[in-house]
């Protein structure tokens, strides 16, 4: 129990120690723990696709503005 709850803790679920559980309680623990790091991974590869697609987004909106201010020089 306390291995689990280390491993818990530190993000890093091991599946094998799912088959050294001793009882309901134990399996609901290691359940749930691997549910809430997989929820954590998740939710770090959106934020880091948000970031991509922002810095994507910002260095499109530049060249434009861009592209706008040397048409506008040349008129």
Do not use: P, W
């Amino acid at each position: 129990m306390d291995y689990m709850a280390q491993k818990g803790t530190k993000r890093q679920f091991d599946i094998v120690e799912l088959s050294n559980s001793t009882g309901i309680s134990d399996v609901d623990i290691v359940t749930t723990l691997f549910t809430y790091d997989m929820l954590a991974k998740e939710g770090k590869r959106r934020i880091l696709d948000s970031h991509t697609f922002h810095q994507a987004y910002r260095k499109l909106h530049l060249s434009e503005r861009s592209r706008r201010v040397n048409n506008a020089c040349f008129v």
